[in-house]
C-alpha cells in the first residue's frame, strides 16, 4: 500500500472517530441500518451480545465479498458506532481493536480497492473471533437467539413478499451465517447435522444478502428456522 494511500486511510479514519465521538446529539451515524430488537441489552450476557455483533459483521463481510462496498460499511461500523455502545460493553476491554473496524469502515465508504481492504478486514474478522473465544457461551443457547432474531429480523424486512428493510434482511444473512460458523466450531454430537440445515436455511438468500426481486418467503423461513430448532 504506497504512502498515498495509507494517508487517505488516515484522514477517513480521523473523520470517523469525529463522527462517532460527536453523535451524542442525537445524529444516528448508522441510521441506514434501523434495528428494532425483543430483548434488553442490559440483561443480555456477553455470549450473547458478541455473537450479536458477529452477526451484524457477518452481514457486511460477505457484502464486501460482492462487491456491495457502499452497503457493505454501515454493518461494519457497527461493533464501533455510538448507537450500539451498550451492546460492545466491556468488548474494548477483552481487546476490541476499534481503529481495524473503522479502517475498515471508512476504506469501503472511499471505495478503495479490495486489494487494500482486505488485509483489514482480516484483521477485524480475526479479532471478534479472539474475543468470542474468551467467552464461555453455550452454543446451543447461542444459536437458538441468532435463530430467534434472524427470524423476527426477516419479519421486518419484508412487506407483503418485497424487500423494504434491506437492513434487517441483511442482518438476517449475518445471524444466519454465525449460527452456521457456531455449530461448525462446537463440540455438539449433531453438529454436522445442524451445519447442513444452516447452509439450508442460509440458501433461502437467493443473493446472499444482497438486494433480490425474488427474496424467499416469510413462512418458508420460519418453516427452516424451526426445523434446526428441533435440532438443538
Known sequence: MNHYTIRKIFIFFISSIFLVSCSDDGTDTDNQIPHDFNYDMNDLDQSLRIVLMMGHVAAG???YRQGELT???PHLL???SETHKKEREGFQEMGLDVVSFVLVS?????KRPASEVEPFLKKAEENLSSIASKIDGNPINQIMFLLEQLEDEYKIGLTDGVITDIGE???AYGFAVTAKLIAA???LSNADM???SLNDLLSLWPEG???TANPSSISLISSQVSEIKRLL
Open 194 to 196: 445442524l451445519v447442513q
Open 185 to 187: 466450531n462446537s463440540s
Open 106 to 110: 471508512t476504506a469501503l465508504e472511499a
Open 71 to 73: 452497503m457493505a460499511a
Open 209 to 211: 444478502p444482497k438486494p
Open 61 to 63: 463481510m460477505e457484502l
Open 78 to 80: 457497527h461493533p464501533i
Open 169 to 171: 434482511y441483511q442482518d
